[in-house]
């Protein structure tokens, strides 16, 4: 089945513990970002990677770092966590529009809610 | 820089009639496309339909239709025969032609009265 897969689920760390949440897909997609979805701010761009070892920032990556050295994984580092990221964060994957013309949709994982004290 | 604007945060519709979901956008490219998702309560992202810039015809999926209108960077969801199960939250997202960022609205919370 072609999937997204995130872990944790649920999470919750307190304030200065490093955490990673991972995340994989088996669709051979390019192209693989992190999100974070806030009430009333929609879905906002952390990250995002085109291809294996190559990454580049988002929107808010302010506290996060990421690494893309297999194409089928892409975690997500706190590397200091505040409680402002507390948050729910979607990890999503795609093919490049460059690549296939039409179905760039990106795919979902289940989301994984954090909480930071 | 690209935005998504979805002006209506929340809206009802009666079970079985139709309604409209809101989204402009503001881009200088010719080339892109847009999405429309759904967020259940379980969280999970499902996309509901899609559209490529350079097609004139609107994109229709089942009971889920849109309305593309280029020239006013404007990209509404109707939803006919709306079903309880349409109850939840939906996001408008662009994507440019090189597929750099995927951009979403603040998403519009769509209630179903029985």
């Known amino acids: 089945e072609a999937q997204v897969t995130q872990n944790p689920r649920y999470l919750i760390t307190v304030t200065g513990k490093k955490l990673t949440v991972t995340c994989s897909q088996n669709?051979?997609?390019?192209?693989m970002s992190w999100y974070r979805q806030d009430p009333g701010l929609g879905l906002r761009q952390i990250y995002y990677s085109m291809n294996v070892e190559v990454t580049d920032k988002g929107d808010v990556p302010e506290g996060y770092k990421v690494s893309r050295k297999e194409k089928r994984n892409f975690p997500l580092i706190l590397e200091s966590p505040s409680p402002n990221q507390t948050s729910l964060y979607f990890c999503?994957?795609?093919?490049?529009?460059?690549?296939?013309?039409?179905?760039?949709?990106?795919?979902f994982g289940q989301g994984t809610r954090l909480t930071v004290v | 820089a690209q935005t998504v604007t979805q002006s209506q945060p929340e809206m009802s519709v009666q079970e079985a009639e139709t309604v409209t979901l809101s989204c402009t956008y503001d881009?200088?490219?010719?080339?892109?496309?847009l999405f429309w998702y759904k967020q259940p309560p379980s969280r999970q992202m499902i996309l509901v339909i899609r559209?490529?810039?350079?097609?004139?015809q609107n994109a229709t999926e089942n009971r889920f239709s849109v309305n593309f209108q280029k020239a006013a960077k404007s990209f509404s969801l109707k939803i006919s025969d709306s079903q309880l199960g349409d109850a939840a939250m939906y996001f408008c997202?662009?994507?440019?032609?090189?597929?750099?960022?995927?951009?979403f609205g603040k998403g519009t919370r769509l209630h179903i009265l029985p």
């Open positions: 669709m051979n997609h390019e192209y």
């Open positions: 559209q490529e810039a350079y097609k004139q």
């Open positions: 999503a994957s795609s093919l490049r529009p460059q690549v296939v013309d039409g179905n760039t949709e990106a795919f």
């Open positions: 997202a662009y994507r440019s032609s090189w597929g750099d960022k995927i951009i």
């Open positions: 881009t200088s490219e010719s080339d892109y496309y």
